[in-house]
């Protein structure tokens, strides 16, 4: 498992980056922040170009999720608008670990572990309303308090006045998206 001694590359706004060559990787390459470096983990057989490349490539990823997480409408954004929803709604009783958006899910709106505390927002919310966002985080938000989906729980989310009116509108986009796709050759 022989690992090439680790380059050092020019600092970038986020430090300096350190690149990491190894035999065992054949064609992933990774990049994580360490400290106050960027450290890119990459195959030794990549040549000098190819890891120019990826540098740069792995940087700009990096620092677009860093983006997504500190950006108003990022991770630490929507921590705090749980934070709020629950202490509007919840009297401050349901208190996640962790709030942040998600790619990985396509047939659900959000989840939530309770036994964790953390909740999970499909990156599909983002362009809806903010009632629809809201109502989704106040419905992961009743998990924390209650895990099922029985009285108790459809209790909790009684104060929040948009409950049926989100649902009615996630249950249209579910079923737009359902629609076969329009063509120039068929009647309606």
């Not at 108003?72 to 709604?89: N, V």
């Not at 009297?91 to 989840?111: F, L």
């Not at 998206?177 to 009647?187: K, N």
Request: charged share 30%.
């Amino acid at each position: 498992m022989p690992i090439e001694p680790a380059e050092q590359q020019p600092s970038t706004a986020h430090g300096p980056v350190e690149v990491r060559r190894s035999d065992r990787r054949r064609r992933t390459v990774s990049a994580y922040r360490d400290g106050d470096r960027t450290v890119v983990l990459i195959p030794a057989r990549m040549s000098k170009a190819e890891e120019r490349r990826w540098v740069t490539a792995m940087l700009d990823r990096l620092a677009a999720k860093e983006a997504r997480r500190t950006a108003p409408g990022g991770d630490a954004g929507l921590t705090e608008r749980a934070e709020r929803l629950s202490r509007r709604y919840f009297e401050g009783r349901a208190k996640p670990s962790s709030v942040r958006w998600v790619t990985n899910q396509n047939t659900r709106w959000g989840s939530c572990t309770p036994a964790e505390g953390t909740i999970r927002l499909s990156h599909r919310l983002r362009s809806m309303p903010e009632y629809v966002v809201d109502y989704v985080l106040c419905h992961e938000l009743a998990h924390l308090l209650v895990p099922g989906h029985g009285p108790d729980f459809w209790a909790l989310l009684e104060p929040y006045p948009r409950t049926e009116r989100a649902r009615g509108y996630l249950e249209g986009v579910a079923a737009a998206a359902r629609l076969p796709e329009d063509t120039d050759d068929e009647e309606v």
